[in-house]
């Protein structure tokens, strides 16, 4: 997968800009606060609809400005694409593919597939549950649109029914639809549940092996899906697990009224990180953290090709600068083959990038570098 060009119209700092994109490793300079972020961001969002640093997409168009344009060539399955994203501020986003209207945003995932590493993602072992919720969520969205819809389903019923749950003295008269809502939570929860334990199972295959490699033989990664207790087995078939999910909120029923809160369903799922069989989480040191974050993100690309046949493009967002020289040059040596955007503030870096193309961000401007 390629993305050859990109054009942005009151992206973030982006007034007006273009340009076009080498099909291997492409480095974009410039000094903090200039946009190298908001670049990354922009081809990220042509494959996900997603920011990982905005919760709603008026974050992402120009300040004073009603309206932003993401537009990007693509190049997969020996095809080309024109992908677009038109976001409002006064009403929703609008994504198209060769001109035609997408009805869901996980079918962005149909024509380009990114994995972002950014500093944050450093820390998706210590963080809580959600982030490696996200983590799950965002790689099997691009690859499953299924998959994607029935996230965004799930959230709006267990909205619905948290809502009714916390009004009950208000509204009493609300409880009679509350069977209702725990009915379609466990039908909706049972295929994510499905879903992340097959990407957990193929995930544990790579990410070890990974890690082996990266901590130079010295450590073992262990993965582990903790989803609903009731769920004896995530990879049955979704009637067993839809079955299991029911029990299990038939059973909570009374606690939940009592606590006016969702307290089961897969909202609470957890990717546990084992370092030679310890929480990751709990007793990892730094570096461990570090190289267990990254060890994830590089089995997220290799699963990805695996199942498409093509490398996603890789979006390196001022990841080195947090590594040590044996950590970067772990993660470059690893990433031969597929497009590759990295973030560069240290100049002296370019001459062992061997960047095929290099763009400086100056101004809200991108300009390549001869």
């Known amino acids: ?57 008026k974050e992402l ?38 001109g035609v209207r997408l009805k869901q945003a996980g079918e962005l995932g149909e024509y380009l597939n990114t994995v972002l590493f950014c500093p944050e993602d450093l820390y998706l072992i210590r963080a809580g549950a959600a982030e490696r919720r996200s983590f799950l969520d965002s790689t099997i969205s691009q690859l499953r649109p299924r998959y994607a819809d029935a996230v965004e389903r799930y959230k709006k019923i267990w909205k619905a029914k948290s809502a009714i749950l916390r009004a009950q003295e208000e509204r009493p008269d609300l409880l009679a639809s509350l069977d209702d809502f725990s009915l379609q ?69 009374e606690a939940e009224l009592a606590a006016r809160q969702c307290l089961c369903g897969p909202h609470r ?40 046949g093509e490398y996603p493009v890789l979006l390196l967002d001022d990841v080195l600068s947090e590594l040590d020289p044996r950590r970067q040059e772990f993660v470059l040596n690893h990433i031969k083959g597929g497009q590759v955007f990295l973030t560069c503030c240290e100049e002296e870096r370019l001459v062992t990038l061997n960047a095929g193309k290099v763009f400086r961000i100056r101004d809200g401007s991108i300009l390549e570098e001869k």
Not at 292 to 304: G, P
């Open 1 to 57: 997968m390629i993305v050859r060009s990109i054009a942005l119209d009151y992206f973030r700092s982006y007034l007006s800009a273009r340009a076009d994109f080498d099909p291997g490793m492409n480095v974009i300079c410039g000094e903090n606060a200039q946009g190298k972020t908001n670049l990354l961001e922009a081809v990220a969002y042509l494959s996900t609809a997603q920011s990982h640093r905005a919760r709603y997409d």
């Open 61 to 98: 168009i120009m300040f004073g400005i009603d309206n932003g344009f993401v537009t990007g060539e693509i190049h997969a399955r020996d095809r080309d694409f024109t992908l677009e994203a038109r976001l409002s501020r006064n009403a929703r986003r609008q994504l198209y593919a060769n």
């Open 185 to 253: 939570m466990c039908q909706t929860g049972a295929q994510i549940i499905h879903y992340r334990a097959h990407f957990i199972r193929k995930l544990s295959e790579i990410a070890p092996g990974i890690h082996r490699e990266f901590s130079g033989g010295r450590e073992e990664l262990g993965l582990a899906y903790e989803t609903v207790s009731a769920v004896t087995d995530p990879l049955a078939p979704v009637k067993t697990i839809f079955a299991q999910l029911c029990d299990h909120m038939e059973s909570h029923r």
């Open 269 to 308: 799922d957890d990717l546990r990180v084992e370092i030679d069989g310890r929480s990751a989480r709990q007793f990892a040191s730094q570096g461990q953290t570090r190289t267990a974050a990254l060890s994830l993100k590089l089995a997220q690309r290799d699963f990805i090709f695996d199942d498409r």
